[in-house]
T-cell receptor
């Protein structure tokens, strides 16, 4: 079975500081990995996806994630946090055309 | 607007009642997924349909059922409601395999918030 673990249910950063949201996956085969973002009172939106084409994946809004097989990690980063980045972020994994399994989510707070 | 339409947006009902949540997938998407989001359980996968057929089942209670119709819209039926069923219910759809690059990207609706009193 595939799963993802998000470390830290709440993360606070200052505006302009580095954002680092952690995700580790468990999969017996090469996975497809995703980061989604959920703004208040909205559904989830895709930030970026990993499909084995490149280990460093760039997404929308300046976010990127690096796939590290040796560490089974897919951490999400952004060099400089903006107030508009305050949201909940979900790491997810799938294998083929099957259900997508989400992590518990990390709420990002950006402090002015 | 993501292209996935969910109705109703909000629903308040009493314990023991039955409700139906409706989802219209994005144009061209054949797969529909239902997720339940609650504060204590996070985002839980309930069930997936592909072109009218059940494809995968997750943590869906026996009191819940779903179906996908020939026009591809889907309904999630929740019966004998309990207080603990209060949650946000999301529908998502994904592209058909003919345009699939191997990564199952989901497009979510805005959700239906169910409150059971």
């Amino acid at each position: 079975a595939q799963s993802v673990t998000q470390l830290g249910s709440h993360v606070s950063v200052s505006e302009g500081a580095l954002v680092l949201l952690r995700c580790n996956y468990s999969s017996s085969v090469p996975p497809y990995l995703f980061w989604y973002v959920q703004y208040p009172n909205q559904g989830l939106q895709l930030l970026l996806k990993y499909t084995s084409a490149a280990t460093l994946v760039k997404g929308i809004n300046g976010f990127e994630a690096e796939f590290k097989k040796s560490e089974t990690s897919f951490h999400l980063t952004k060099p400089s946090a903006h107030m508009s980045d305050a949201a909940e972020y979900f790491c997810a994994v799938s294998r083929g055309y099957q259900k997508v399994t989400f992590g518990i989510g990390t709420k990002l707070q950006v402090i002015p | 607007d993501s292209g996935v339409t969910q109705t109703p947006k909000h629903l308040i009902t009493a314990t023991g009642q039955r409700v139906t949540l409706r989802c219209s997938p994005r144009s061209g998407d054949l797969s529909v997924y239902w997720y339940q989001q609650s504060l204590d359980q996070g985002l839980q996968f309930l069930i997936q349909y592909y072109n009218g057929e059940e494809r995968a089942k997750g943590n869906i209670l026996e009191r819940f059922s779903a179906q996908q119709f020939p026009d591809l819209h889907s309904e999630l039926n929740l019966s004998s409601l309990e207080l603990g069923d209060s949650a946000l219910y999301f529908c998502a759809s994904s592209v058909a395999p003919s345009v699939w690059d191997g990564a199952n990207v989901l497009t979510f609706g805005a959700g239906s918030r169910l409150t059971v009193l």
